[in-house]
């Protein structure tokens, strides 16, 4: 870029940061500084000597433009950054957590801004891990945000950080984390946070047989917080009492609530070693391990909780059957009907278990805590289990809209390592369910901390297929229409729906994404999400289809008696007369286009000066090159439109387009050949 006459600037501007940027920077959410300082946030000794490193005593503003801080996953070194950022930035600087939407860790697509404090995450190792020319580009990249007085810290996980290789300059510094902060202060302080201090009690009555928070890393923590926080909102409806929970100076007293929150909290890993142990018939009244019908029927309870006898009957015997058949190169080692009948009746198994079972056969499993621990046991146990366990549970999600314990089961167990395998997995079994169970569980997995990057990695590969396509819609669908999704949610569901539309040749999937963009042209921000679209096809740096489909969508929108698009479009950047130029010059696209035009031009007809206008801005677009058949389609299309002055639309339409001089060769059906 030149600059000519500098002396018109000279003087005037103190800070010229002249570059070059892509739209295809990452996009990021805008936080509140003072909600992110009022968050819970615990720092023992050794994060208050990372942050004293990290901060300058003097000034009490960040030592380094671009900070690293490296430490293993869910130990809460995101929180971390956004406290330090929120407290040693100056309050004139805004907030952004950018979402790293991309192929490969890349300098060029940070973007770059006055007064700003960015935090990106590099959690996922197919997607995030930062090469040496990445972290080496951090340091001139310092030098630009110092310019522009602003700040980056990326958090990176420790397993993708090489510290042989990975050097960065003397702009950039790196900040370990070796431990997390200690989990009952986290626990604590996130009881208070949920103006539940009079829980902080109960911690000291657990039982430290069976329950220790040493030892938990800080998602751990969070979660047995909301498990406390269940645990008593349990115990008040089962006992129909109010415990006090809002005094920060309450002593725990009820003994029944502290035995509830250490059976929640509990692991149970003993006692679930025994029940699935090697397994015996032992006589005498001694215990033994649990047979492998009990099995599966503690695993059925365990996702249901409460349920009619037949039923859990049923969902039990279902996964029996899946097991066996998931295996069918080996014996089936499920009972048969004269092993079950000659052994103990359902009833008893169902107490034996842990459940109970009222005069109606009504089925209750009032143990959620023991429920998930016993799902988190099978799953990490037995790896052979994991396949028939997705593939039960998917089956029992229900025909149409998945059942809410089935999502919750699914959903614990797939999130519960924060591994893109069992993603895969979850795909490969519950892709072709003809219910909502996949995107049930994978918009969960989108809006989690911890797996959120590696769930958008797997919809992009999904994408590119035609086995997960209608998905992938599925779930974007979702989050456009989720008003509380962030602007670079949004676009990321837009890339995938783009790469839908490019790879899938179905008409079907097609037709249901013109569905999903004319929704999101009624919503607040949709039309200029559409017309990025539009513009990345009319730029020629995407494809014509997603492009064209955006573009098919905001035809629908109607604005007074002229189309939005005629009136906004040339502020939207968008070319209105191209755009018509090149779908109804095609043959596949011409008939989604001729019905909208129709309308256009029906829903202004009454109107002279609106018609007026729109037949103006017509005309020339229908006598371009490859526009006679869609002209006609048009023309007969408004044969039923009359216009203020009684006139027919197809009829004025024909006299505009159609020559004279051919008129008695070419004639609209069902009005003959205008004179």
């Known amino acids: 870029m030149a600059v000519h006459q500098a002396d018109v ?24 500084r003072n909600e992110i300082r ?25 030592h380094w433009r671009v900070l690293l801080v490296v430490a293993p996953g869910s130990y809460g070194s995101t929180t971390f950054a956004l406290q330090l950022l929120a407290r040693h930035t100056g309050d004139q600087i805004d907030l952004v957590k950018l979402d790293a939407d991309w192929m490969t860790p890349k300098v060029g697509r940070l973007p770059l801004a006055e007064q700003r404090a960015y935090q990106l995450d590099l959690k996922d190792p197919d997607r995030d891990r930062p090469s040496a020319d990445f972290v080496s580009a951090l340091d001139r990249y310092a030098q630009d945000l110092e310019a522009c007085d602003s700040y980056l810290v990326i958090n990176v996980a420790e397993e993708l950080y090489d510290h042989g290789i990975l050097l960065p300059g003397s702009g950039v510094h790196v900040v370990r984390l070796h431990t997390p902060p200690p989990a009952r202060q986290v626990v604590e302080a996130h009881l208070r946070a949920h103006d539940c201090p009079g829980l902080t009690p109960y911690l000291a009555a657990l039982d430290p047989a069976r329950v220790s928070l040493d030892g938990l890393d800080a998602v751990e923590a969070v979660r047995a917080t909301d498990t406390v926080i269940t645990a008593w909102q349990e115990h008040e409806r089962a006992t129909r009492t109010t415990v ?32 699935f142990g090697e397994t015996a018939t032992i006589h005498g009244g001694k215990e033994s391990s649990l047979t492998f019908d009990d099995r599966c029927l503690l695993l059925a309870l365990a996702v249901r909780q409460s349920s009619s006898l037949p039923e859990v009957a049923r969902t039990a015997r279902t996964l029996q059957d899946t097991i066996t058949s998931a295996d069918p190169g080996r014996t089936a080692f499920g009972t048969g009907a004269q092993a079950v009948f000659a052994g103990r009746g359902l009833r008893r198994r169902v107490i034996d278990v842990g459940g109970a079972v009222n005069s109606h056969d009504a089925v209750t499993f009032d143990r959620p805590g023991y429920g998930k621990a016993v799902l988190a046991y099978v799953w990490d146990n037995y790896e052979v289990m994991r396949r028939p366990l997705l593939q039960w549970l998917v ?22 390592h924060g591994s893109s395998e069992h993603l895969s997995l979850l795909g490969s079994v519950a892709g072709g369910a003809k219910n ?4 049930a569980v994978m918009l969960r997995a989108v809006h989690d901390e911890h797996i959120g990057r590696r769930a958008w990695s797997t919809l992009y590969r999904w994408a590119g297929t035609q086995e997960f396509a209608g998905s992938v819609v599925a779930i974007c669908r979702r989050i456009l229409s989720d008003p509380e999704a962030s602007p670079s949610m949004a676009k990321m569901a837009m890339v995938r729906l783009r790469r839908v ?21 009624g919503q607040p921000g949709g039309i200029e999400r559409l017309a990025e679209e539009v513009h990345a096809w009319q730029d020629a740096k995407a494809s014509g289809r997603a492009g064209g489909l955006a573009f098919l969508a905001m035809m629908s929108v109607h604005q007074g008696p002229l189309p939005h698009l005629l009136t906004d479009g040339e502020a939207l950047g968008i070319d209105v007369d191209r755009a018509l130029r090149d779908l109804l010059g095609d043959m596949d696209t011409a008939p989604d286009v001729i019905p909208r035009l129709t309308a256009w031009i029906a829903a202004c007809a009454s109107d002279a ?3 007026g206008e729109v037949v103006a801005r017509l005309v020339p677009v229908l006598r371009g090159q490859r526009m006679f058949q869609a002209a006609m389609d048009l023309m007969q299309a408004l044969t039923d439109v009359r216009t203020a002055t009684g006139e027919n639309a197809a009829g004025d339409f024909y006299q505009h387009l159609v020559d004279k001089r051919v008129h008695p060769l070419i004639s609209i059906d069902g009005m003959g050949a205008p004179a």
């Open 436 to 439: 909502d169970l996949l995107p």
């Open 38 to 62: 009022q968050q819970p946030f615990v720092r023992d000794n050794e994060w208050s000597k990372a942050w004293g490193k990290a901060v300058d005593p003097v000034t009490s503003r960040p």
């Open 9 to 32: 600037v000279a003087g005037t501007v103190h800070t010229l940061h002249i570059e070059k940027r892509t739209r295809d920077v990452l996009d990021g959410v805008d936080l509140d």
């Open 395 to 416: 089956k029992d999600g229900g025909p149409s809209v998945a059942a809410e314990h089935t999502v919750d089961a699914l959903s614990a167990l797939i999130l519960r």
């Open 609 to 611: 000066s609106a018609y």
């Open 244 to 275: 006090p929970v809002t005094d920060p100076h309450a002593v725990a007293s009820d003994s029944e609530l502290a035995e509830r929150m250490t059976d929640a909290l509990s692991d149970w890993r003993d006692k679930l070693d025994h029940l």
């Open 501 to 521: 539309v490019h790879t899938s040749g179905a008409e079907d999937t097609r037709d249901t994404i013109l569905d999903v963009f004319t929704e999101l042209s």
